[in-house]
Nanobody, 120 residues
Framework: QVQLVESGGGLVQPGESLRLSCRASGSNVYRNAMGWYRQAPGKQRILVAAVTPGNTKSIAVSLKGRFAVSRDNANDVVYLQMNNLQSEDSAVYYC??????????????WGQGTQVTVSS
């Protein structure tokens, strides 16, 4: 079993930055990919970013250049750095631990989600 706890969400103005953190606990977390999805009201949950234990990364094409994912393997923490935030980035952001080690491995466990709101 894996537990994931996100932090770092909040209310920001357009153009500002946020860094989300997700700390994982449980067996074999270090072996698997981790990442982030987001879900806006009335929309599907979509993949934002993923990172493997070996530091292979994937970012949604529309977010490249503004978002970055990183991972601290020693502490089982995954980060999502979000820059130049826009109103369309407002969503609940969910951390996940994948079912495998590949960057496209599907989620197996989810965090509770953290709200990001971008508004002036």
């Amino acid at each position: 079993q894996v537990q994931l706890v996100e932090s770092g969400g909040g209310l920001v103005q357009p153009g500002e930055s946020l860094r989300l953190s997700c700390r994982a606990s449980g067996s074999n977390v270090y072996r698997n990919a981790m990442g982030w999805y987001r879900q806006a009201p009335g929309k599907q949950r979509i993949l934002v970013a993923a990172v493997t234990p070996g530091n292979t990364k994937s970012i949604a094409v529309s977010l490249k250049g503004r978002f970055a994912v990183s991972r601290d393997n020693a502490n089982d923490v995954v980060y999502l750095q979000m820059n130049n935030l826009q109103s369309e980035d407002s969503a609940v952001y969910y951390c996940y631990s994948a079912a495998g080690e590949l960057v496209n491995s599907p989620p197996a466990y989810w965090g509770q989600g953290t709200q990001v709101t971008v508004s002036s």
